[in-house]
């Protein structure tokens, strides 16, 4: 297993097998994008294209935190995710109340937001040892109950133009959701695989062991992750209210379990160490094209349903074969 | 006499063949109002001297709908305190086995009489019987038990609000067109009564064509993801859109962005009320009132009072449009109802002021 955390030191050849186990998802991408264009003549539509993008911008921000508490291992996950993003939609709405000049320290109070459920977290399961699932479920109650005695069940306020902006509008093209996304998996991307950070994420998901004998801060990496994720899925709330544009308690509903599924669908393994955000941008993809392709062909929405939990289990076998093999 | 009662047949006969000629673009408002809502119960068993103790025992308050409907019936239980001496209030957290508990709590607190929003029809049938069979008089409230041991149940017929929308959407668009429908939660009662209400109308309107028909969760969320894939797969094909909730709203901003401006229905959330004024969309709102929790605290007292109630309590609602059809006329000016500094996320309701969510 250590062999493959990622590292300059030790590379094996690069077998068939293994370029394809980790290829895989987006050969798979390529097909269902092909597949979709040819059963579908509304697929390839400008506007098909950006509504895609646009949805997939604030399940792709959350995926990322989500990814990196994957790849933490020990069970790592993040089931708060959704909450913190109701939260934020519901703390811009009534602190804003829809006027611009409030929104970047509004914004910000937001981003702290994040960050404090993940040291929470970060806390609960390093100091304390509650297993993440435990601990981010419960934190994931406890936000809800505070969101709701917050708001007396029903948000005030509405959502400045700026944020409607970042939801909605686009450079060009170029939605400014996922440019937003694009930037934010850069930035992953370096922190993961060029800072001592990222390494030292990749050797504790890889073997605990090993970064223990290296001396690592394990707990203070670990809480940091946990850091991350809260700050993603703060961002993430901030970027699907303002898609969305009305105020509602349940923003973000159902995205602890879609991260988690496109972080596996990505080549992300549960056991931790191995795999990375490429690999989820790609699985958020091709579960908001599956959501799309379901209703452009006519069919009941809660097919998707079926479709999403087929691919998530052939992913998980699809995984599971390369490596037991390796 | 005689002959004024064969007269009178006859214009009835006449104007029923001209009516169904003209079935295509309009039908009367008055066949759908429900005839066996008048079916009086007899209470002077249970009359009692106040002052009362109540029991209010609700499914949940989670989302802003069960939020007002709990304050309607608090805020009506306290401006009745000079016959209610002690009014109790459990939430289940929609879980039936904790309302199961509640209900044996609020029995053994000695309550005159339960009020109860039940979490499932099943699940709360046999307590709900058991404390009818202790004497203690039971009133269903927006949702009801499976069987029909309680003494009245409070609630607004779904399927005319179905009805209702689909009626107004289709004389609006004069008998002819394409619509998208998008209802609620699958297999949630509401949902599906609201569905089969709407589709009956549907059908006596061969002119208009059902493109699809979408579950969207009562989610402004969901409603905008499905409207924008929806805009794609039919375009400009689309002529009105059906809906019963939360998700219009969300629809409305995908119609928006893409520059439709079509009939939409709605109920009467805030967000969408304000928001269809706000884009100009063509729209009719009718609402399953949270008033019905005041309601079920005054039936609750007629009750006690020994005073006939209905089986069935069909609580009055209002109908706004911003255009009128032949049938479907609004009660009030829809901007009367457009309440710019309330929350998004709120509902039509009588409370007091001082009961409105801060």
């Known amino acids: 297993m250590q062999a493959l955390a990622k590292g300059p030191a030790v590379r094996s050849p690069v077998s068939l097998s293994s370029a394809f186990e980790k290829y895989g ?41 989500q990814t990196v508490v994957i790849l933490i291992g020990g069970g790592g996950l993040d089931l708060s995710v959704a909450s913190v993003m109701a939260t934020v939609a519901v703390i811009v709405a009534h602190n804003t109340r829809g006027q611009d000049a409030l929104f970047f320290p509004v914004a910000l109070i937001c981003l702290v937001f994040g960050l404090l459920v ?100 394990i707990d203070l990496v670990i809480t940091v992750v946990y850091m991350i994720s809260g700050f993603t899925a703060a961002i993430a709330g901030l970027y699907l209210a303002g898609y969305i544009g009305v105020s509602d308690n349940w923003v973000g509903k159902g995205y602890e379990l879609d991260s988690i599924a496109a972080v596996v669908m990505g080549g992300t393994s549960f056991a931790g160490g191995r795999g990375g955000v490429m690999g989820t941008i790609v699985g958020v993809l091709i579960i908001i094209m ?35 093999s390796t | 006499m005689k002959k004024l009662i064969t007269v009178l047949m006859a214009v009835a006969f006449v104007c029923t063949i001209l009516g169904s000629v003209a079935w295509a673009d309009a039908f009367p408002r008055s066949w759908l109002w429900d005839t066996n809502a008048l079916k009086m119960v007899d209470t002077s068993k249970y009359k009692k001297k106040p002052p009362y103790v109540i029991g209010f ?78 004497g203690i008089p039971v009133v269903c409230v927006d949702r009801r038990v499976k069987s029909d041991n309680f003494v009245s149940f409070v609630t607004s017929s779904n399927y005319t609000q179905g009805r209702m929308q689909m009626l107004w959407l289709c004389e ?15 297999g949630a009662g509401p949902a599906e009564e609201r569905i089969d209400g709407a589709k009956e109308i549907l059908a006596q309107f061969p002119g ?31 002529d009105g859109v059906w809906g019963d909730g939360l998700q219009v709203s969300g629809a409305m901003e995908a119609m928006n962005e893409a520059g439709i401006k079509v009939p939409v229905t709605g109920d009467h959330l805030n967000a969408f009320i304000v928001r269809a004024q706000e884009m100009g969309f063509p729209a009719m709102s009718i609402d399953f009132p949270v008033s019905m929790g005041a309601d079920s605290v005054l039936t609750a007292l007629k009750i006690l009072n020994g005073t006939p109630v209905p089986f069935i309590v069909d609580v009055p609602r209002t109908i706004i449009t911003t255009v009128d059809t032949e049938n479907v006329k609004s009660d009030m000016p829809w901007s009367d ?20 969510p801060k």
């Open chain 1, 25 to 65: 998802i987006y050969i798979f991408l390529g097909l269902l994008f092909i597949t979709a264009s040819l059963i579908s003549p509304q697929f390839l539509n400008p506007q098909n294209l950006k509504d895609i993008l646009n949805q997939a911008a604030a399940l792709g921000m959350v995926a990322i935190g």
């Open chain 1, 118 to 217: 993940g040291l929470a977290n970060g806390i609960l399961i390093t100091k304390r040892k509650v297993q993440p699932f435990m601990a981010t479920i419960g934190m994931m109650i406890i936000i809800q109950g505070l969101r709701f005695l917050y708001t007396g069940g029903a948000p005030k306020g509405g959502f400045p133009p700026i944020l409607r902006f970042l939801g909605t509008g686009s450079i060009g093209p170029v939605p400014m959701s996922i440019f937003s996304l694009a930037i934010l998996a850069v930035i992953a991307v370096i922190v993961l695989h060029k800072t001592t950070l990222g390494r030292q994420i990749y050797v504790i998901g890889g073997n605990i062991e090993t970064a223990y004998l290296s001396g690592y801060r």
């Open chain 1, 290 to 324: 599956l959501y799309n392709l379901v209703l452009l062909l006519h069919l009941p929405v809660q097919v998707q349903y079926v479709v999403k939990g087929a691919i998530i289990i052939l992913a998980t076998s699809f995984y599971a074969m390369f490596r037991k």
């Open chain 2, 57 to 134: 025992s609700n499914a949940s308050v989670s989302n802003s709908w069960r939020v007002y409907f709990d304050l309607q019936v608090k805020a009506e239980a306290d401006n009745q305190k000079d016959v209610i001496k002690k009014f109790y209030v459990t939430d289940a957290n929609d879980k039936p086995d904790k309302q199961i508990a509640d209900v044996e709590d609020l029995v053994a607190k000695g309550i005159d009489l339960l009020i109860i929003s039940a979490a499932t029809m099943a699940a709360l049938d046999p307590i709900v019987t058991r404390v009818m069979k202790e």
């Open chain 2, 172 to 186: 609006v668009l004069k008998g002819k067109g394409n619509i998208v429908m998008l209802g609620g939660f699958a």
């Open chain 2, 208 to 238: 208009i064509k059902l493109l699809d028909l979408q579950y969207a969760n009562w989610s402004p969320a969901e409603g905008k993801k499905i409207m924008a894939a929806l805009i794609q797969s039919y375009g400009k094909k689309i």
């Open chain 2, 337 to 356: 109802m457009a309440h710019k500094d309330w929350p998004d996320d709120s509902w039509n309701n009588t409370l007091p002021p001082k009961w409105l």
